[in-house]
């Protein structure tokens, strides 16, 4: 009896061992395929960065060429210096670009690291608006904001902070003289909600789909100054960061309104501030 016990416990521990080496295994197998598709991710990232910079810079070397060209035929110091100086704006633009890009690139491939902390997202939606009115008194705009009191979130401060002005960089782009653009932020059924909608021309519904992709820009008659069209892109970008999203809708105002959500489970409301 003693022997057959024996027999069975051998058999136990086998089919024990085989489901442990299986697990073990297939465990193995799903890291090594996340890994690879992980691997997969960054080498087309890496691949569609350097097609991106490449489209966008031709315009700039091309122009850049054609300046320095012309003002090495002539032999006039004030032309000169006029030269240098539109080569270096023209220099920052494309280094402005290959930041953007190169950033985008680290964000959609997961390699940016997101430091979440409480944030006090009433306090730094006040200090856009504050950052901002000037230059948007400069335009000839209005910018206001409707911002509910004592907003704690979690999240990364910084990376807010960009979508932000992204956002609001994005309307003073496209609202002419005259208009309105408005921030507002709210906490909805443990949804953090920041929306900046303007009284401009607004998204046609068939670019709506588009307007988050790289390098996609509006007609020139519906902007005030050109873009490299990679701000939206780093908007979402950022909000995938931070386990949000944002979509754009039509505003009340008659324009657009870009509206930035982010999860529970990334913003939770807090206890209201201290007075």
Same mark, same amino acid.
């Given at each position: 009896m003693s022997g057959m016990w024996l027999f069975v416990m051998i058999l136990l521990l086998g089919a024990m061992a085989a489901g442990v080496g299986f697990w073990w295994v297939r465990r193995r197998e799903q890291k090594v395929a996340m890994l690879r598709e992980r691997l997969v991710t960054v080498t087309q990232c890496a691949r569609q960065t350097g097609d991106n910079i490449a489209h966008d810079l031709r315009t700039p070397l091309t122009r850049l060429r054609g300046d320095v060209e012309a003002a090495l035929r002539q032999d006039d110091a004030a032309a000169h210096r006029a030269t240098l100086e539109r080569t270096l704006g023209e220099v920052e633009g494309m280094q402005s670009i290959i930041n953007a890009l190169l950033t985008l690139g680290q964000a959609e491939a997961g390699g940016i690291r997101?430091?979440?902390? $409480?944030?006090?997202?009433?306090?730094?939606?006040? !200090?856009?608006?504050?950052?901002?009115? $000037?230059?948007?008194? !400069? &335009?000839?705009? &209005?910018?206001?904001? &409707?911002?509910? $009191?004592?907003?704690?979130?979690?999240?990364? &401060?910084?990376?807010?902070?960009?979508?932000?002005?992204?956002?609001?960089?994005?309307?003073?782009?496209?609202? $002419?003289?005259?208009?309105?653009?408005?921030?507002?932020?709210?906490?909805?059924g443990g949804r953090a909600e920041i929306t900046v909608e303007d009284s401009g021309p607004g998204v046609p519904q068939e670019m709506r789909e588009k307007i988050f992709e790289r390098f996609t820009r509006l007609d020139s008659s519906r902007t005030i100054a050109s873009g490299a069209g990679l701000g939206l892109s780093l908007v979402k970008a950022f909000a995938r960061l931070l386990q949000g999203d944002v979509t754009i809708g039509s505003s009340s105002l008659g324009g657009a309104a870009f509206s930035v959500t982010l999860p529970a489970s990334a913003a939770s409301v807090s206890t209201p501030f201290p007075r």
């Amino acid at each position: 009896m003693s022997g057959m016990w024996l027999f069975v416990m051998i058999l136990l521990l086998g089919a024990m061992a085989a489901g442990v080496g299986f697990w073990w295994v297939r465990r193995r197998e799903q890291k090594v395929a996340m890994l690879r598709e992980r691997l997969v991710t960054v080498t087309q990232c890496a691949r569609q960065t350097g097609d991106n910079i490449a489209h966008d810079l031709r315009t700039p070397l091309t122009r850049l060429r054609g300046d320095v060209e012309a003002a090495l035929r002539q032999d006039d110091a004030a032309a000169h210096r006029a030269t240098l100086e539109r080569t270096l704006g023209e220099v920052e633009g494309m280094q402005s670009i290959i930041n953007a890009l190169l950033t985008l690139g680290q964000a959609e491939a997961g390699g940016i690291r997101v430091k979440k902390r $409480p944030v006090d997202l009433t306090a730094l939606l006040e !200090e856009m608006l504050e950052l901002y009115i $000037p230059s948007a008194e !400069e &335009r000839q705009l &209005r910018l206001e904001g &409707r911002i509910a $009191p004592r907003m704690l979130i979690e999240a990364d &401060r910084q990376l807010l902070a960009r979508i932000f002005s992204n956002l609001l960089d994005n309307a003073l782009k496209y609202v $002419p003289a005259g208009g309105l653009i408005m921030l507002t932020g709210a906490i909805k059924g443990g949804r953090a909600e920041i929306t900046v909608e303007d009284s401009g021309p607004g998204v046609p519904q068939e670019m709506r789909e588009k307007i988050f992709e790289r390098f996609t820009r509006l007609d020139s008659s519906r902007t005030i100054a050109s873009g490299a069209g990679l701000g939206l892109s780093l908007v979402k970008a950022f909000a995938r960061l931070l386990q949000g999203d944002v979509t754009i809708g039509s505003s009340s105002l008659g324009g657009a309104a870009f509206s930035v959500t982010l999860p529970a489970s990334a913003a939770s409301v807090s206890t209201p501030f201290p007075r």
